[in-house]
């Protein structure tokens, strides 16, 4: 990742059926997803998968996570939050915050 993350967090997908090729998705560009960092605030944010290649549903991938505008939504975020990640409307998988390197975003 280019930019210094946010987060980092265990990453689950649900299901395969949001990937391109319905198998897994693929690293090989950026990946960016929209996030339930608040009750009432969807945000995107940008993966990195680290040296993964291949990323396939029902299974759990270490995670860095660059959220965009953090400064809109302070303090929402702490050590073992389950943060959905999402397709529009629809629930794709989930985050859980292992830790927290913007401080910004940390719930005291």
């Not at 995107?44 to 549903?57: L, Q, R, S, T």
């Not at 303090?75 to 913007?102: D, M, P, Y």
Request: hydrophobic fraction near 35%; charge should be positive; charged fraction near 30%.
């Amino acid at each position: 990742m280019k930019c210094n993350p946010d987060i980092l967090a265990d990453v689950k997908y649900f299901s395969a059926e949001h990937f391109t090729n319905k198998e897994y998705l693929s690293t090989e560009y950026a990946i960016r997803h929209d996030h339930l960092v608040k009750e009432d605030y969807l945000t995107c944010g940008v993966h990195d998968y680290f040296e993964e290649n291949k990323i396939y549903a029902n299974r759990i991938y270490k995670t860095n996570i660059k959220f965009i505008s953090p400064e809109v939504y302070p303090k929402s975020l702490w050590v073992g939050k389950n943060i959905q990640i999402q397709r529009g409307s629809k629930i794709i998988g989930e985050a859980i915050v292992i830790k927290i390197f913007n401080k910004t975003l940390q719930k005291k």
